[in-house]
């Protein structure tokens, strides 16, 4: 199995922030990165594939970057609705996902 | 539209053998590329990829549930099922079931999971 590990677990922003979250696979996986985020009672919904690519219909404050092992999504201008959890996950093998990252308000 | 919805028990007793089904609709699982994968979520922790079909009957298990897991598709129905055997509480979790999109790239597949369905709860009495 490829693990994933992001960092941190949770942290408290305020809107208008930016946020980097980052994920670290325990080999390289080129550019197999997705993120996700999940609201609460929600399904997760798909922000970014392939490292950097930006799902149809998601806002262009989500960016994603890296490739190998180290990943990063960031959220420029934080907006209320952006306040959710947030996972990567790896299609390189077998897929695996990241233990989460909380964003929760200051 | 694509869409998908699990089906299946809300409470299973410890040791039984869990049932789910997921129905889709808006693509077939004929269709080359295309596959479905089943996602779970104990209450409060992060998501566990659990098992994945392809249409051409591929499948791939997480290696550390393989031995209990086993998925399976009825093209017809539009539907695909796993099975989970020798339920335990640690089991209890939201149950999603969502499909696998994909595209090519820079000379590469890469694919991700897009829609999900809403998620099914299912508690283990012991």
């Known amino acids: 199995d490829i693990q994933m590990t992001q960092s941190p677990s949770s942290l408290s922003v305020s809107v208008g922030d930016r946020v980097t979250i980052t994920c670290r696979a325990s080999?390289?996986?080129?550019?197999?990165l997705n993120w996700y985020q999940q609201k609460p009672g929600n399904s997760p919904k798909v922000l970014i594939y392939?490292?950097?690519s930006l799902q149809s219909g998601v806002p262009s404050r989500f960016s994603g970057s890296g490739s190998g092992t180290d990943f990063s999504l960031t959220i420029s201008n934080l907006q209320p609705e952006d306040f959710a959890t947030y996972y990567c996950?790896?299609?390189?093998?077998?897929?695996?996902f990241g233990q989460g990252t909380k964003v929760e308000i200051k | 539209q694509i869409t998908l919805k699990e089906s299946g028990p809300t409470v299973v007793k410890a040791t039984e053998t869990l049932t789910l089904t997921c129905t889709f609709s808006?693509?077939?699982?004929?269709?080359?590329?295309?596959?479905v994968g089943w996602i779970r979520q104990p209450p409060g922790k992060a998501l566990e990829w659990l098992a994945l079909?392809?249409?051409?009957?591929?499948?791939r298990y997480s290696p550390s549930l393989e031995s209990r897991l086993t998925i399976s598709k009825d093209t017809s129905k539009n539907q695909v099922v796993l099975t989970m055997t020798n339920i335990d509480p640690v089991d209890t979790a939201t149950y999603y079931c969502?499909?696998?999109?994909?595209?090519?790239?820079?000379?590469?597949?890469?694919?991700?999971?897009?829609?999900w369905g809403q998620g099914t709860l299912v508690t283990v009495s012991s």
């Open positions: 969502a499909h696998r999109r994909g595209t090519y790239g820079s000379g590469s597949y890469f694919n991700w999971f897009d829609p």
């Open positions: 080999q390289s996986i080129s550019s197999y």
């Open positions: 392939s490292a950097s």
């Open positions: 996950q790896q299609s390189y093998s077998t897929p695996t």
């Open positions: 808006g693509f077939s699982l004929s269709t080359s590329g295309v596959g």
């Open positions: 079909i392809y249409w051409d009957d591929d499948k």
